[in-house]
């Protein structure tokens, strides 16, 4: 499995578990630039959620929330900017989502994350 087909079952786990927690998904694989993507946009109740998700196929390098760097949670708030710049939106936060497939399913679901 590619790294492009591990990101992808990955989001379609983490969409599925949003879904069930009542979250309605927007839009997926949001491009503002090459290195600014967001994986998922999501609605809950009132508040629209941006979602990064880290998948790994084992925890044997670590957990995929560790995968969460300061660069990389800032391209994520460049895409939230350029988001929030084209649409109405009153309330958000930044969620995290790590998912390690063996061996067994493990989802690991941050909320309101923030980098200092």
């Not at 067994?104 to 980098?115: A, D, F």
Request: glycine share 6%; with cysteine; net charge positive.
């Amino acid at each position: 499995m590619n790294n492009r087909t591990l990101g992808d079952n990955g989001e379609d786990i983490a969409c599925k578990f949003l879904e069930k927690q009542g979250y309605k998904i927007l839009e997926r694989n949001k491009h503002y630039s090459r290195f600014c993507e967001l994986d998922i946009i999501a609605q809950y109740k009132n508040t629209t959620v941006f979602v990064e998700v880290k998948t790994r196929k084992t925890d044997g390098f670590g957990s995929p929330l560790e995968a969460i760097t300061r660069s990389k949670f800032m391209n994520i708030l460049k895409g939230v900017q350029f988001y929030l710049s084209e649409n109405k939106v009153k309330d958000y936060r930044i969620d995290v989502i790590g998912i390690t497939l063996r061996p067994q399913i493990k989802i690991e679901h941050l909320k309101n994350i923030h980098i200092s």
